[in-house]
């Protein structure tokens, strides 16, 4: 029989400044407003009394518990995070909060950017640092072939968010 163990924490401890206001929004939100709104709803019916067969009171408790909970990670969370808030010295170079385009064998193109794990996004390419593509491209040039679980990749660009990148680009593609 094996036993339940919870996720474990993200690995890296680096963040963009831009996912560092993302989690500290989130965080106040869920305080100031999430939470007041959620308790009101939950103190009006548990003033209705049987307490036992009242769906509001018993989802308004769960909902509670899981805004409690996520409080509760982001306030120890933020306060463990590194925000990476500027360029490498070597822009060349892929590091943490590049956005890498690659040229694929089969001729297409694809952007990622290299983010910390707390802000991972399939819709935007945001790829975690941790990620097996990301430690593939760490410290890649351009021009550099990279093998990659998708195949065989080369290395056609590198900037960085509002710093003047390898090919001359600023900010995000």
Same mark, same amino acid.
């Given at each position: 029989?094996?036993?339940?163990?919870? &996720?474990?924490?993200?690995?890296?401890?680096?963040?963009?400044?831009?996912?560092?206001?993302?989690?500290?929004?989130?965080?106040?939100?869920?305080?100031?407003?999430?939470?007041?709104?959620?308790?009101? @709803?939950?103190?009006?019916?548990?003033?209705?009394?049987?307490? $036992?067969?009242? *769906?509001?009171?018993?989802? %308004?408790?769960?909902?509670?518990?899981? /805004?409690?909970?996520? /409080?509760?990670?982001?306030? @120890?969370?933020?306060? @463990?995070?590194?925000?990476?808030?500027?360029?490498? +010295?070597?822009?060349? *170079?892929?590091?943490?909060?590049?956005?890498?385009?690659?040229?694929?064998?089969?001729?297409?193109?694809?952007?990622?950017?290299?983010? %910390?794990?707390?802000?991972?996004? +399939?819709?935007?390419?945001? /790829? $975690?640092?941790?990620? &097996?593509?990301?430690?593939?491209?760490?410290?890649?040039?351009?021009?550099?072939?990279?093998?990659?679980?998708?195949?065989?990749?080369?290395?056609?660009?590198?900037?960085?968010?509002?710093?003047?990148?390898?090919?001359?680009?600023?900010?995000?593609?």
């Amino acid at each position: 029989m094996s036993r339940y163990r919870p &996720p474990r924490p993200p690995s890296s401890a680096y963040i963009t400044p831009e996912g560092f206001e993302r989690l500290s929004t989130e965080l106040k939100t869920l305080w100031k407003v999430e939470r007041p709104e959620v308790t009101k @709803k939950v103190s009006e019916a548990a003033a209705q009394g049987d307490r $036992s067969e009242n *769906a509001d009171y018993i989802y %308004g408790k769960r909902r509670l518990r899981e /805004i409690d909970s996520r /409080i509760q990670y982001l306030s @120890k969370r933020l306060d @463990k995070l590194t925000v990476v808030d500027r360029a490498p +010295p070597d822009e060349g *170079a892929v590091f943490f909060g590049a956005w890498v385009t690659l040229e694929l064998d089969s001729m297409q193109e694809v952007t990622y950017r290299i983010v %910390g794990p707390d802000e991972i996004d +399939p819709a935007t390419n945001s /790829i $975690s640092i941790d990620a &097996p593509v990301a430690r593939a491209l760490l410290k890649k040039r351009i021009d550099d072939e990279v093998t990659l679980p998708l195949g065989l990749a080369v290395v056609t660009d590198i900037h960085y968010a509002g710093a003047t990148g390898a090919a001359g680009t600023t900010g995000a593609p």
